[in-house]
């Protein structure tokens, strides 16, 4: 008995991680298919990437000291921005591969995850781009005064850019992770309201990381975040009333 109940553990641990193979390889296509088309607008998107920071650079324009530089910031711009425009795709592979450790009324809330998810991310890289950039450069390239001049490289920039850019649309995820967890039965809003302080602290803490080194990035950051893990938590526990409802009704039955 006990050897049947190993086999079928292993058997079990070895179909999710197929799965999860399977997944992840469907991501990596959609990836590179989604930065093929992104690079053929590589030069408009690079113009509206600049925008940010050229008000601060002498002519405008940043700098490269290599011949394949620029070629490779382009490169690694189409690849971000197919990360952006591939979102609702990958996160339909997520879905599908948590979807199996839901409820049957739970599966129903697919259209509802990738479109959510995506909204959130794409927030997260619009709340860079037109709030968290600016502030960090209106900062960053003034500190000091106005006699020295900024000569930034694509490549430093480029990193900067993307680092942030992403960053903040995973932070943007926080309210949707917390929900799927939910839904799995791992947290709880009873849970999440009683560890608030940590969370909170948690959040804190990845703002400071993520955000330029001053004090307004932080809080503009923190803020956010910390309202999405609020509703988060509204968001768990209207679940868990659903999920207590059914439950009652199948009962009786």
Same mark, same amino acid.
């Given at each position: ?55 601060? !650079?002498? /002519?405008? +324009? &940043?700098?490269?000291? $290599?011949? %394949? ?5 382009? =490169?690694?711009? @189409? #690849? ?34 990738? !479109?959510? /998810?995506? +909204? &959130?991310?794409?927030? $997260?890289? %619009? ?5 968290? =950039?600016?502030? @960090? #450069? ?43 967890? $939910?839904? %799995? ?69």
């Amino acid at each position: 008995m006990r050897s049947e109940e190993l086999d079928s553990k292993a058997q079990s641990l070895y179909e999710h991680l197929a799965e999860l193979r399977k997944r992840l390889i469907n991501c990596a296509y959609i990836l590179v298919i989604a930065t093929g088309i992104c690079y053929g607008f590589s030069e408009k998107i690079f113009n509206f990437v600049r925008a940010p920071i050229a008000p601060y !650079l002498p /002519g405008g +324009g &940043l700098i490269y000291t $290599g011949p %394949l530089d620029k070629f490779i910031a382009h =490169l690694k711009l @189409a #690849f971000v921005c197919g990360i952006l425009v591939s979102c609702p795709f990958w996160l339909y592979q997520v879905w599908k591969f948590i979807a199996p450790g839901l409820y049957a009324k739970e599966r129903r809330y697919t259209l509802g995850f990738i !479109l959510s /998810g995506t +909204g &959130l991310f794409l927030l $997260g890289a %619009l709340f860079s781009y037109y709030i968290a =950039l600016p502030m @960090a #450069f209106q900062f960053l390239m003034t500190y000091g005064g106005d006699i020295d001049k900024p000569m930034i490289s694509i490549d430093q920039y480029m990193g900067f850019f993307t680092q942030m850019c992403l960053m903040f649309g995973v932070a943007f995820e926080l309210p949707l992770v917390i929900v799927v967890l $939910g839904m %799995l039965g791992i947290v709880s809003q009873a849970f999440l309201k009683k560890n608030r302080r940590y969370a909170i602290m948690t959040i804190a803490v990845i703002a400071a990381i993520i955000t330029p080194p001053d004090l307004l990035s932080m809080v503009m950051m923190l803020a956010p975040m910390w309202l999405l893990f609020e509703i988060s938590v509204i968001i768990v526990g209207v679940f868990e009333n659903k999920r207590d409802l059914a439950q009652r009704i199948n009962e009786r039955e």
